[in-house]
């Protein structure tokens, strides 16, 4: 009599179709989580850098440093400070009261509505401007667009710095390095810092906060979803594998092995149709599992789908805050280029200068005669008027340069290419069109625009800061040349 084999064909197909089935759900519990994770981390850190970068356009340069200054004054006059590990106690807010004449400033108030725009606009936790005290180690609020419980005033300072802080102050330019954290208190927050400057002095650094909550919930029930299917999914082909272990069994069981590695061998992040294009018909288990895995797959492509139009809405919220970003470079009034757009362009000509990818450019300054007088006399928007003639005769004379309006009554032009080298006969046309303008008695006041103008080229070795003092120069002694053949005619 033949003995009975120790394993059976039986309980071999169970282990083996046990283990096919617990590995691929462990692949495709590992992939799935990586995958959304990884984009959902991503989206976030990428939006918080985003957004406190369009904080830091937006405030006031000025009222930031004012607040700054005197927050930071209090501070340092202070030796009973305390800090934020006392919430809420009676010496906390007796410190914080050394601040209230600042929180109930008009710059202070500017500043913080600035900050609510782009909070409220983009639906973020909240936007702040903090600084880091390297002496006292010490983080410290300045103005703080949060509403409510947890609003802080100016001066509550955190009694810690992190390694991200202490970089910050080293590398100003590149911000704090955006973070997500995971607190009891406050749950999923992600969160970033960009540098405010004016003539490049660091004032502060503008934040961003944004709570991860609800997207890690989605994230979690999804997560949830797949687990819990694939545990449905290996339970029902455990069984099935047990009852059904004759050959007729063998190729349906392989069809539906290969077919659950094509599917979790590809990319994850894109809608999968693999079940749904088997065809097995066998009219038992085999074709109810199947179908199940089909179900499954359909399933979790509507979960995708969601997570899709999610990410989608996301990618317009950073298209709306890169928006944002263009108009932050823009001057209202004249539409061309601000001061801000003129400090970046200076940035990236003094790394092109240091690359050797830049070697001939120049500036011309333009500062504009008589804009106070015709304030004073004739009211602001008529000043209004030959600031924006005065704009218009520029840009019309350096047609292929870039414009910028760095001050109320001042413009510098980058002079590349075909103005560069016209540049002399294009400086005396445009002053022939100013003396022009000075002999029209049908014009207006504020339409008889004339202006100092200075220029300057680039040399060897220069940076984008020297060429612009020696234009910044000769400007200032035309202007000085100017008034006194003002006062000569005047005599």
Not at 127 to 137: I, N
Not at 275 to 303: R, V, W, Y
Request: hydrophobic residues 40%; contains cysteine; proline residues 2%.
């Amino acid at each position: 009599m033949a003995t009975k084999p120790k394993f059976s064909l039986k309980k071999k197909l169970a282990l083996l179709i046990i283990s096919i089935i617990i590995t691929l759900s462990i692949l495709a519990g590992l992939f799935s989580f990586k995958g959304i994770s990884d984009i959902t981390s991503d989206t976030y850190l990428s939006r918080s850098k985003e957004i406190s970068a369009t904080v830091a356009a937006v405030v006031d340069a000025e009222m930031v440093k004012s607040i700054r200054d005197r927050v930071m004054a209090v501070f340092n006059a202070t030796e009973d400070r305390v800090s934020t590990e006392d919430w809420g106690s009676p010496e906390f807010e007796a410190y914080l009261d050394r601040y209230s004449e600042i929180e109930d400033s008009d710059e202070y108030r500017t500043v913080q509505k600035q900050l609510r725009l782009v909070q409220d606009n983009n639906h973020i936790k909240c936007a702040y401007l903090l600084w880091f005290d390297l002496k006292t180690e010490s983080t410290i609020y300045l103005v703080d667009g949060s509403y409510g419980d947890e609003y802080s005033g100016p001066g509550a300072f955190d009694a810690v710095m992190y390694d991200v802080d202490r970089e910050a102050m080293r590398n100003p330019a590149n911000g704090v390095a955006p973070d997500i954290t995971n607190t009891e208190e406050y749950g999923w927050v992600v969160a970033a810092g960009s540098p405010i400057f004016l003539n490049g002095e660091l004032l502060a650094f503008a934040g961003a906060e944004i709570s991860m909550n609800a997207v890690m919930a989605q994230r979690n029930q999804f997560l949830f979803f797949v687990y819990f299917s694939l545990l449905m999914l290996a339970i029902v082909f455990i069984i099935l594998s047990m009852i059904l272990i004759d050959r007729t069994i063998i190729q349906p069981i392989n069809k539906l092995s290969d077919t659950s590695e094509k599917y979790w061998s590809g990319e994850s992040t894109s809608i999968r149709n693999e079940f749904s294009q088997l065809q097995i018909h066998t009219g038992d288990e085999i074709e109810t599992l199947s179908n199940a895995m089909k179900q499954m797959e359909e399933n979790i492509n509507e979960q995708f789908t969601r997570i899709l139009d999610t990410t989608q809405k996301l990618i317009t919220t950073q298209e709306h805050a890169a928006e944002m970003d263009r108009i932050a470079n823009i001057d209202a009034l004249t539409k061309v280029r601000n001061k801000r757009a003129y400090d970046e362009k200076v940035i990236h000509l003094n790394e092109e200068i240091r690359k050797g990818e830049r070697t001939d450019f120049g500036i011309a300054m333009i500062d504009l005669n008589n804009l106070k007088p015709i304030n004073d006399t004739y009211g602001h928007d008529k000043g209004n008027v030959a600031i924006q003639k005065l704009c218009g005769m520029v840009c019309s004379t350096f047609k292929h340069s870039a414009v910028f309006r760095i001050g109320g009554d001042e413009f510098a032009a980058l002079l590349e290419g075909e103005d560069l080298e016209n540049a002399e006969n294009l400086i005396h046309d445009l002053m022939r069109k100013w003396e022009q303008n000075q002999n029209v008695t049908s014009l207006q006041p504020w339409e008889q625009t004339s202006a100092a103008i200075g220029y300057s080229r680039y040399q060897k070795g220069d940076t984008v800061e020297e060429v612009f003092k020696r234009a910044d120069d000769a400007m200032y002694e035309q202007k000085t040349r100017m008034k006194a053949a003002r006062k000569q005619q005047v005599r």
